[in-house]
Structures are given as C-alpha cells and as structure tokens.
C-alpha cells in the first residue's frame, strides 16, 4: 500500500513512510530489516546459464589487430520485459540478434553501450580495471534512456563469468587486452516514440591492440565550432550511440584537413570539451604561474570517463602540481601555446588509455603542441601507471569473493577513504550488492556481511 514493499506495512510508523523525501531513506531500512535485495526483478548472476559453443574461432595476430574487429567464442545476453522483469543472464556462443523490424532502439536510438577491459599480468592472472564505475554510468545512461534499472554488481558477477568463460581470448601481451561492451537496447516491437516495453542487455568481447593505427604516436586534431558533440541538457554526459553515430562526419571532415580526429568546441568563447572520443587535459602554467593539469568539468556536456576520473585521482596524490577541472577555451590555449606555457595535452579513455596530443589545426592556423619524443613526460608516466595499476591491483577475473585491497587506488569504488602509505584507516563506501565483500587490510578483523543494499558502513582499525 502507497509504495510500501510487500511485508513492511507492519513498520510504517519505523520508516516515515508518508514522506516522499524519506524514500531513500526507507529503502535503505526497509532491505537492512529484510535482507531482500533492491531491485526484485533484476538480473542474478545466480541464475546464469551457460550454453558452450561446440566451435572454437583461431586466436587472431596480435601485431595486425585491428581495433574491435575480432570477437571471442561467446556472449552474454539479458532480456527484459515490463510484465516479466529480467529474465535468466545467458552466455551462449556469439552470433547474431535477431530483432523486430520496429525496434525502437533502430528507430528511436533507445540505446546506449558501456567500455571497459580486461587485462592479463606478468602472472598470467586476468584483471577488469574499476568494473563498478562502468556500470555505475551505465545505469546513470539507462535512466536519461528510459531503459530499466538493474543490479549493478549483479551484472558485474555475470560478465565476470563470460570473461572466465573465453579467458583464453585475453591477450598474453602487455600491449593488448580484451575490451569488454556491454550494450542495452530498447526493443519495443512498435512505432511511436515511447519508454519500451522490452529491452535487451547483451555483453560482447573483443581483443584489441592500439586504438590508433598509427600506435601510440600524438594525433592532430581539427578545431572548428561548426559541428557541436554535445550541449547543456542533451545526452553528452550518457554513452549513447547517438552520440557517437553523429560525430562521424565531423571526423572525416577533420581527415580532410589533413587531421586524425576533431578537437570538439562549445559555445560563442570556443570551450574546449572534448578530443574525438577522448576526455582533454591540458597540463601548463596558467594564468598566474601555477603548474597545473586541467579538464574540463562535468557540466553535462562531458562523458565522466573512468580513465579522466582515474588520471585526476591518481595525480592528487601525487600532490605535485595544481589538478582542476575548469573551463578551457581556445584563446586560453592560444594564448599559452605564444607565452611558451603549455607543457602537454593528451586525450584520455579506455580504448588508448592515454594519447598525447602534437598539433591543432584552428582557424587555419596550426597550433603544435609540445611532444618530446612523441610521448611527453606526464603522459608516459601516467600511462605507466594506469597500465601497472590495471595488471596488479585490479578486480581479479577468477574470484570475485576475495577482493582484495593491496593498493590504495584499489579503494576506487568507494565514495571516501583516508589511507596510509601501507593500509586503509577509513573507508565510507556505498554497497550496492549484499555480496559479502572482504578487505584485505581487514582480513583478520572486519567483514562486511550481509550489508544494507545502498546503505553505508564505515570501518575504522588502528593497525
């Protein structure tokens, strides 16, 4: 009755539960009272079902390979209906979908895709790099699509098992890696712009080399406001196809110019938002001297990449240099690049990781930005980093029920954390699975079991 789960109106008078403002408040009670989980009809990982190929594809050269042109032996697809909620998670040989020619994810673009990876170590151990980031602005895209919510670390679990499946299509390589997208689709049999009635979630791998195929060398870049990527209010901030599908032009006007990809402006000031596909940063001394590395800010304009959340993170730490998210237009630019003040720019994402950045063509003028030996100092340590974090302390693919924390990047699903050189003093984390998940600094003394789906815990050791 109004709203209550099933089995709480005993406790009406506990949880407020007149008070809309109090929802979340009463989720968060209500499953810490019951222990069921959040989302009833979502996906369990539980519940998969696993359907083997009899056939094995060739293992594909890895020094010609192609970015995303080469797919591993199985998939995993999820459907869901309104009447009937998620269906069982299935891993099944990879082939094709067959869907209604009314489709609205074909007609409406009800769409919308995530990226991440899976990277094998010098101890042949097989890795997802912040997995719950991903799905975290994957369900943010789901909601602005008007596709169904789902569990989160549910998904998580059943791509983990499709990756443990074909974990032989993980390169042996410390130049390559399985890139993992996941894709959700509005599958509403009918025409007429609408929130669908079905949907289909789907997982597909893919072992991949650089993104570029000039390598990891700085691309050139065109600067023009005649074509705009995103704006206030629009889907810029959701990894949706539509996104992307309408950048393509753009991309080989900029070929045309003699340019690999399009340095994407806004605005009458021509802020600068993003590279290509890419996340920016500037690393300079701005206006008053300071050294400091710059992005732009989430406005809604910009896609929260996990790699550009990973490099901002990574470089407070370092405490070496201002790190900001501000705006940047191309007079700023302009006008550093005369001074002498600009050190490097570089892309950031999941697909390269991190891409310098050598020249801009703007205004007919071409802008070359600083590139000491085609990958600068910041960027080549970055990379570095980022890759040695993705190979050692990262979610292991073969067991999920130990997830340790060796590192304090590792804490990088949490909301708050104060650390340590050695260990984790204070964690303020957001749970959004029952699972019981053990932290290694904790191992002998702290378990969080059967935690409040969406609550908060904090733990806190003196040693």
């Given at each position: 009755p109004d709203g209550l789960p099933p089995g709480g109106e005993g406790r009406k008078q506990h949880l407020h539960y007149t008070d809309p403002q109090h929802w979340g408040l009463i989720r968060i009670?209500?499953?810490?009272?019951?222990s069921k989980p959040c989302l009833l009809y979502s996906p369990q990982a539980a519940d998969l079902v696993i359907e083997l190929s009899q056939t094995h594809k060739a293992k594909p050269d890895l020094t010609n390979l192609v970015f995303g042109t080469v797919f591993s032996d199985h998939m995993l697809t999820i459907e869901w209906?309104?009447?009937?909620?998620?269906?069982?998670?299935?891993?099944k040989p990879f082939g094709n979908l067959s869907l209604h020619p009314a489709c609205s994810a074909m007609h409406y673009a009800?769409?919308?895709?995530?990226?991440?990876?899976?990277?094998?170590?010098?101890?042949?151990?097989?890795?997802l790099f912040r997995p719950m980031l991903n799905m975290n602005?994957?369900?943010?895209?789901?909601?602005?699509?008007?596709?169904p919510a789902f569990d989160r670390a549910e998904l998580v679990e059943c791509i983990r098992r499709l990756v443990q499946v074909d974990l032989e299509w993980v390169p042996k390589s410390d130049s390559a890696s399985l890139y993992i997208r996941p894709t959700f689709l509005g599958t509403e049999p009918s025409l007429g712009v609408k929130k669908p009635s079905r949907a289909l979630l789907y997982v597909i791998l893919?072992?991949?080399?650089?993104?570029?195929?000039?390598?990891?060398?700085?691309?050139?870049?065109?600067?023009?406001?005649k074509y705009i990527r995103a704006w206030r209010g629009g889907t810029g901030d959701c990894k949706m196809g539509g996104n992307y599908g309408a950048s393509i032009y753009a991309q080989y006007e900029a070929v045309d110019y003699g340019c690999q990809q399009v340095l994407w402006l806004y605005g009458d000031d021509h802020q600068i938002t993003e590279v290509g596909t890419m996340n920016m940063f500037l690393f300079w001394n701005n206006e008053n001297g300071e050294e400091e590395l710059a992005t732009p800010p989430l406005d809604g304009i910009i896609l929260p990449g996990i790699t550009r959340q990973s490099i901002l993170e990574l470089t407070r730490k370092w405490g070496e240099?201002?790190?900001?998210?501000?705006?940047?237009?191309?007079?700023?630019?302009?006008?550093?690049?005369?001074?002498?003040?600009?050190?490097?720019?570089?892309?950031s994402g999941t697909a390269c990781v991190v891409s310098p950045v050598g020249r801009i063509l703007y205004q007919g003028e071409n802008l070359h930005i600083p590139c000491q030996d085609d990958f600068p100092q910041l960027a080549s340590r970055l990379m570095?980093?980022?890759?040695?974090?993705?190979?050692?302390?990262?979610?292991?693919?073969?067991?999920?029920?130990?997830?340790?924390?060796?590192?304090?990047?590792?804490?990088?699903?949490?909301?708050?954390?104060?650390?340590?050189?050695?260990?984790v003093t204070e964690v303020d984390c957001t749970l959004t699975s029952s699972r019981a998940i053990k932290l290694e600094?904790?191992?002998?003394?702290?378990?969080?079991?059967?935690?409040?789906v969406g609550g908060h815990v904090c733990l806190r050791s003196s040693g």
């Open positions: 009670m209500y499953y810490e009272f019951t209906t309104s009447n009937g909620g998620w269906q069982k998670p299935h891993i009800v769409q919308l895709f995530e990226g991440m990876k899976a990277y094998r170590d010098a101890d042949d151990k097989v890795r602005r994957m369900a943010n895209s789901a909601e602005r699509a008007c596709l893919s072992p991949v080399g650089s993104y570029f195929s000039t390598g990891a060398k700085p691309v050139s870049l065109w600067a023009d406001s240099f201002k790190v900001c998210e501000r705006y940047l237009t191309m007079a700023d630019l302009r006008c550093a690049l005369k001074e002498g003040r600009v050190k490097e720019m570089f892309g570095k980093e980022l890759t040695d974090i993705q190979v050692r302390y990262t979610l292991l693919v073969t067991d999920i029920n130990s997830m340790s924390i060796p590192h304090w990047f590792n804490v990088i699903e949490f909301n708050q954390c104060v650390v340590s050189e050695t260990r600094p904790f191992r002998r003394r702290s378990w969080l079991r059967s935690c409040p």
